[in-house]
C-alpha cells in the first residue's frame, strides 16, 4: 500500500513534470492541449481526495486548521487561474501569462506542503494510519476522475 504522504508526492511529481512539459509547448498545439488537459484533470481530482481525506482529518487539530484553511484556498485560488485558462485561446500571450503564474504559484503550494504541511500532520496522521489515509485518498481521486470525465461526456453531448 501506498501512503497518504507518499500518493501525494507522487502526484505533485507527475504535476511538476506536466507543468514543465506544458511550458515547452507554444500555441495552440496538440502536444499543449494534451498536456493540459492531462494536468487540468488530475489536478482537479488530486485536490478534491486531498481536502476530503487529508485535509479534513488535519481540521481536527488547532495547528491543523490554519495549515488545512490555507492550502484550501491555494486550492481555490489555482482552481480559478486553471478555469481561466480553461476560457483563454492557449495561442494568446495571455494564456502564457497566466500559465506561468499558475505554475509558479503550484510549485509553490506543492513545496509547501511536502516541506512544512507533511511534517506536522505525521502527528495526526502518523505511520500505523498514513497506508488506510493513502487508500482512501486514491479512492477518492479515482470516483472524482470519473466524475470529470461524465461531466466532459455531457457536455459533448449538449
Known amino acids: 500500500m501506498t501512503s497518504i504522504y507518499d500518493a501525494i508526492k507522487a502526484d505533485h511529481e507527475t504535476h ?6 506544458i511550458a515547452e509547448t507554444s500555441g495552440d498545439s496538440t502536444e499543449r492541449q494534451t498536456a493540459w488537459k492531462e494536468f487540468y484533470e488530475d489536478v482537479k481530482s ?3 481526495a486531498e481536502e476530503e481525506t487529508f485535509y479534513s482529518k488535519l481540521l481536527h487539530e488547532t495547528w491543523g486548521q490554519d495549515a488545512a484553511r490555507h492550502s484550501v ?3 481555490k485560488e489555482l482552481d480559478d487561474l486553471m478555469e481561466e485558462l480553461n476560457d483563454t485561446d492557449m495561442s494568446s500571450s495571455g494564456w502564457l501569462s497566466k500559465f506561468k503564474t499558475l505554475k509558479h504559484d503550484y510549485e509553490h503550494h506543492m513545496d509547501e506542503e511536502e516541506e512544512d504541511v507533511f511534517k506536522r500532520a505525521k502527528d495526526v496522521i502518523g505511520q500505523e ?3 488506510a489515509f493513502g487508500q482512501r485518498f486514491e479512492q477518492r481521486k479515482k470516483e472524482e476522475r470519473g466524475l470529470i470525465a461524465q461531466k466532459r461526456k455531457d457536455s459533448l453531448e449538449d
Open 46 to 48: 488530486h485536490a478534491a
Open 73 to 75: 484556498s491555494e486550492h
Open 16 to 21: 511538476r513534470d506536466l507543468l514543465n512539459k
Open 129 to 131: 494510519h498514513s497506508d
